[in-house]
């Protein structure tokens, strides 16, 4: 029987799932949790009032987003708070099945089934999904947006895909990672439209701050993101590099940090570059989506407020190394496998309380993904993809 007639018994088990994961809460903490959609709700509610979005006073709990995050967020106030989190919940889950299915066909080839790369990649990213729902992030938007934009950047529609990569970075500025690379495949229509959507998202806040208040609202977001950023490099879910450097090398007060980062950088983005020169020249299909799954692991790396649950980003990446795992010699099949087994296994009731704490309080998952990051440099480098 052809799997597309069990398509309406799986989406209604995915759905009863979704519905026992947000009401069972004494099992699952998210329907008491949310608090980064708090935030947001909160921005929401503020911006109608003409208030100020980013108050010290807020203290953990104080808003990091752009003042346009708030004006989309100001929608959702027009139902009570705990109306307004099941709506998000379940947009989540929206985004989130929309990522996967444009990772899924993204692919250059498909390999394997639909129900294999697409159960597997939420098993072995299961635990950074559970945190995502649990505080109600924004990252599922995102990581929705950019694999809309590559889609249809691909398809050759860069309008499209610049209105998505510049809505992407009213949220969190993770998208710029992607300019570079866009402006090195000169995809210079989807750059500028990006710009523009960027700017006039920018500008949307003055009807209700007015031009003078904007203006101020921007720097003291500005400043709320430059301020904030040095006291969390070293928190125990910051899981970036910076992160894993700053807390066993000199606790980042020295200059070998700084050195130990400039250096790692650098040789990510020779390999980068390298991947790219290799795909040019053997004359792959696709090759824009092995180098843009590269650059989404790089997000949470890169990123010096990286946390645990941004590895999310890695759809593409885990998605299109289960899709070529077995032109891999069984030698790297054995370590692929340990390494997915670890980042999906490394779960508090697996390890016990002290070796979780340790091993995420050390950003040991850095050292797991940059296994990942091999892979796609090996395999481009063996042309598998």
Known sequence: MPPRKFLPLIIFLAFLGTVLAYVLYDLTPIRNDMTDFQVCFQGGKRILAGETLYRPSDGHLQNKYSPFSAVLFSLFTVVPYETAKILWYYLEWIFLAGAFYLSLRLLPVRNKSAIFLIGFSLLILAKFIGREF?????????????????????????????LAYGFSLFFKPYALIFLPYFLLKKKFKLVAVGVVTLLFGLWLPAAFYGFRGNLLVLKEWVSTLSSSTPALLTAGDNASLWALIFKHVNGGTGILDELLILLVFLLLAFAFLKMMKTGRAANLDKPEVLEASFLFILIPFLSPLGWYY????????????????????????????????????????????????????????????LVLVFFLFYGRAKKYF
Request: aromatic share 14%; no cysteine; hydrophobic share 50%.
């Open 134 to 162: 649990e505080l109600g992030q924004i990252n599922t938007l995102i990581i929705f947006l950019l694999t809309f934009s590559l889609g249809r950047s691909l398809a050759g529609e860069e309008a499209k895909g610049g």
């Open 310 to 369: 941004n590895y999310l980003y890695a759809v593409p990446a885990i998605m299109l190394l289960l899709n070529s795992f077995d032109r891999f010699q069984p030698v790297w099949k054995s370590i692929l496998i340990a390494d997915f087994l670890i980042i999906g296994g490394s779960l508090r009731e697996v390890l016990g309380k002290e070796i979780f704490r340790f091993y995420t309080h050390q950003s040991l998952v850095v050292i797991n993904f």
